[in-house]
């Protein structure tokens, strides 16, 4: 029985060594739960972070763990935005919805251009952490008053808070705690319905 204790310790010590970064795989979620898509006009849009020098191989959304050479990557699910001009510009963040206007300096930007098969990407060096801003600005066939635009909030290099840290673990205790207090006992009673009765 210690050493069925043990075992599950093990695995739930495990789950907490797991990183808190927000790593998005998305082949297995719907569109209702991919929460790296975003509405521009009656368009979606996906963001997707890719760090390959740091963290080759892994996908990232509204949290990209570290800083230094990232690659963004903007797809759009609608075929009626490859034919229209599309522009993208990363801002800083200053949680203020005025200010994604294009009088804000971008850090980095590409087009407008014409991107017909729906990927829009764009290579950047952050060399500090911080909150940004992806801006998407789809132009109308002639009117600019027609534009859609919309916009993603993604942060690099910041690490969970304190906070968010301290309710995890407690989240994990509860549960190393259940299952060290319920499983035995679900174990004995299996072996007791096991066991041959007596004539």
Partial sequence: MPSLRIFVLLILAQCLLLPATEVRGHGGQTMEEDECKFRIGPHLIHFTGYQPRQRMGEEFCKQIPETGRTIIVFDAFSDELRPRQIAVRIVEDTGKPADYGHSTPAIAAVGPELFTDGTISLEHEFP?????VG???????????????????FSVGIQPSFYGQVIRLAILVVLIGAGLYFLPTML??????????RS
Avoid at 128 to 132: I, V, W
Avoid at 138 to 150: C, F, H, I, K, R
């Fill in 188 to 197: 004995a009673r299996r072996r007791g319905k096991r066991l041959p009765r």
């Fill in 135 to 153: 801006i998407v600005t789809v132009a109308s066939n002639g009117n600019p008053s027609d534009d859609y635009t919309g916009h993603f909030r």
């Fill in 128 to 132: 500090e952490s911080g909150n940004f």
